[in-house]
């Protein structure tokens, strides 16, 4: 694979352009703000697929367990959020005042340690980065340095959401249970529920993730890149190399938890709840079939897989919301069988040639005029 010099090639530039038009200007400007907040929360699962591009696509890291990762950086935003909730004004009629509602409704009557730094933004802001990084840190060390690869690791992330999703259930006095958090209402005193907030958090969610854009086309480009590449290929004849092919792995799945723990958190934001339901092994798989559908080895392609398959779960679920899952699974089977590639594969097989040769024929034309008048050719 050869991996263009320049920070964007055409293609990509292409793309990179058509992504912003959409998103900053069409979408605003066509959507009333219910869709648009809609858009917002597809927008959250793309964090999640741009990492799984660094992990599965370019690294080779098959994780089905990013909504573990998700779940972190989304519950780190909703406990600051349900802290600033629960002022003892806010909770006055209950047994403890000052405390989360339902810690108060399990008889808990002062608000538990670990809770205490969630009282500060910026510890807030660093606990989404640092936990589920550290957490796929020790995680990738356990698996990788041993070598644990390929479906056992797949199968392992499984387990490990299904842990935390029994844990985060089975703790209702400190977690909220299997209702989660709810009921998030301001930032630092910002009321997050009205219709001008939730655009405002639209724009600043799309910017963060042009900047994780950004971040991740960095590392493809870089020299860490291509050894992510060869390392998926020929894994072996890289570590004869002197490369540490562990460390590599470990770098793409922390980078690819960080990128989910930020949709997680934008979650918490633009939706007003956090709750278990999205941590687990269904939208841990289903995160995974959103950048095989848009393109696990394209950025942009598995951004626009993340949007245009959660615009199909709830224009289909909301007409046959029994039969969604079984689209689902077949979109997925023939992803798999039809397009590997994705939306990104087919973009690059069939449109991106013809638009290339009529880039060419365009300059070939100009060319020939531009030769013509050099010559001395007469103008008409």
Known sequence: MIINSRFFNRSELMGFIALAAVLFVILPLTLDVFRLNLVAKYLTYAFVALGLVLCWGYGGILSLGQGVFFGLGGY?????????ASSVENTKIQSTPGIPDFMDWNQITSLPLFWQPFHSLTFTILAIILVPGLFALIIGTAMFKRRVGGTYFAIITQAVAAILTILIVGQQGYTGGINGMTDLRTLKGWDIRPDHAKVILYFVEVVLLFA?????????????????????EQEDRVRFSGYSVANFKIFAFCMAAIFAAIGGAMFALNVGFMSPSFVGIVPSIEMVIYTAVGGRMSIFGAIWGAILVNFAKTSLSESF??????????LFIAVVLAFPNGLSGLWADYVQPRIDRLFASRKSKAGWKDNSVADGAPAE
């Open 212 to 232: 994780c854009i950004g971040i991740a086309q960095f590392i493809r480009l870089t020299k860490l890149g291509r050894i992510l590449v060869a390392m998926r």
């Open 321 to 330: 919301p029994q039969l969604w899952l079984f689209g689902l699974g077949a």
């Open 76 to 84: 780190c935003m909703a406990m600051f959020l349900k802290l600033e």
